[in-house]
C-alpha cells in the first residue's frame, strides 16, 4: 500500500534550521514528482514546494526562496525540505505529497498521494 511518512519536525528558535524528510513506498517513486504542503492554525493548506522525478525542475513559493531546499534521492525514495533562517510564519504541518507530471504543479488536486504529516514550529 501507498504510504508517504514525514519526519524531522519539531521546536526551532527563529534563525533556525530543520530538515523534513518523507519516505515514500508503494508507488513508483522516481515516476512522480514529489511536493511539500504546509497548513498554518487556522490557515488552508498552501504549496511549499516541489521537484519532478528525475530532471531538474523545482518550483518553490516565493516566501521561501532562498531559505528553503527540495531535494530527493530516488534510491531512497526520500524527497527532503531544508529549511533555514526559518521564521514564525513558517509553523504548519508540513505534509509531502507525491503526483504524476509536473503541470499546475502548485494545485494540491493533482497529487495523488499524501502523508500524515510533521509538526514545524518556530518561536520567537
Known amino acids: 500500500q501507498v504510504q508517504l511518512v514525514e519526519s524531522g519536525g519539531g521546536l526551532v528558535q527563529a534563525g533556525g534550521s530543520l530538515r523534513l524528510s518523507c519516505a515514500a513506498s508503494?508507488?513508483?517513486?522516481?515516476?512522480?514528482?514529489m511536493g511539500w504542503f504546509r497548513q498554518a492554525p487556522g490557515k488552508e493548506r498552501e504549496f511549499v514546494a516541489a521537484?519532478?522525478?528525475?530532471?531538474?525542475?523545482?518550483y518553490y513559493i516565493d516566501s521561501v526562496k532562498g531559505r528553503f531546499t527540495i531535494s530527493r534521492d530516488n534510491a531512497k525514495n526520500t524527497v527532503y525540505l531544508q529549511m533555514n533562517s526559518l521564521k514564525p510564519v513558517d509553523t504548519a504541518v508540513y505534509y509531502c505529497?507525491?503526483?504524476?507530471?509536473?503541470?499546475?504543479?502548485?494545485?494540491?488536486?493533482?497529487?495523488?498521494?499524501w502523508g500524515q504529516g510533521t509538526q514545524v514550529t518556530v518561536s520567537s
Open positions: 521537484i519532478n522525478g528525475r530532471g531538474p525542475d523545482i
Open positions: 508503494g508507488f513508483a517513486f522516481s515516476n512522480y514528482a
Open positions: 505529497a507525491a503526483r504524476t507530471g509536473f503541470v499546475s504543479i502548485t494545485d494540491d488536486s493533482f497529487y495523488a498521494y
